[in-house]
């Protein structure tokens, strides 16, 4: 069956702009997750969600990051304002069950440089 | 999240050598898994480690996953060219959903 989705897989902004990153999750996965990957580092947590409930923000660097899943399938990560410090790949991940030690599927990325 | 010491941070190896890399971490985890991540893809699960002790198969990878939970390794035998990547090792600290990752080990195989 399909994996995890996620589009566009590459964004260019210009400092200040606002962007939007689309993450599709296998269908039927009740938990998704959003990680932030610098380049030459592991993923770092976000977020993560319980259907369409946002459980866990703490890994959410500034207010300026917001991330929403209103009918507990398809989920959107939002920055605003972007800044050159964001310039990441965002990954995201859904996993079947609600349960912490649940496999994690990941999608292949957006990768988003900020100018 | 907790920091997780993955090393070595790079190896250059020839076909058909073994490999191994390992994971340590200052706070105890319950799980440790393993992923491997190719350029442009997101992290594929090779190996997932549930109990102290464990020790688990996967064709030619073998990890475990340490006594005192708080660290662990891979080795990978008989290395092929596709076994290049980066590989990473995570855990689940005892609350939270995240998964905590290292910094990746780059390895490279020269036919």
């Known amino acids: 069956g399909a994996g995890v989705s996620q589009s566009p897989r590459y964004k260019v902004a210009k400092r200040g702009q606002d962007v939007a990153l689309r993450c599709d999750p296998i269908?039927?996965?009740?938990?998704l997750f959003w990680y932030q990957q610098a380049l030459g580092q592991g993923p770092e947590f976000l977020t993560y969600?319980?259907?369409?409930?946002?459980?866990?923000k703490s890994g959410l660097p500034s207010d300026r990051f917001f991330a929403e899943r209103p009918e507990g399938s398809v989920s959107t990560l939002k920055i605003q304002r972007t800044q050159q410090e964001d310039s990441a790949v965002y990954l995201c991940?859904?996993?079947?069950?609600?349960?912490?030690?649940?496999?994690?599927?990941f999608g292949p990325g957006t990768r988003l440089t900020v100018l | 999240g907790q920091q997780l010491n993955q090393s070595p941070q790079s190896m250059f190896i020839q076909e058909g050598e073994d490999v191994s890399m390992n994971c340590t971490s200052s706070s105890i985890f319950n799980t440790w898994l393993w992923y491997k991540q190719d350029p442009g893809e997101g992290p594929v699960l090779l190996i997932a480690l549930y109990k102290a002790g464990e020790l688990t198969s996967n064709g030619r990878l073998t990890a475990q996953f340490g006594i005192t939970r708080k660290d662990s390794f891979l080795n990978i035998s008989a290395s092929i060219p596709s076994d290049v990547g980066i590989y990473f090792c995570a855990g689940h600290p005892n609350s939270g959903y995240a998964l905590n990752f290292g910094k990746g080990t780059s390895l490279l195989v020269t036919p």
């Open positions: 991940a859904s996993s079947l069950a609600g349960t912490p030690t649940d496999t994690q599927y």
């Open positions: 269908s039927g996965h009740v938990s």
């Open positions: 969600f319980q259907n369409e409930a946002q459980l866990d």
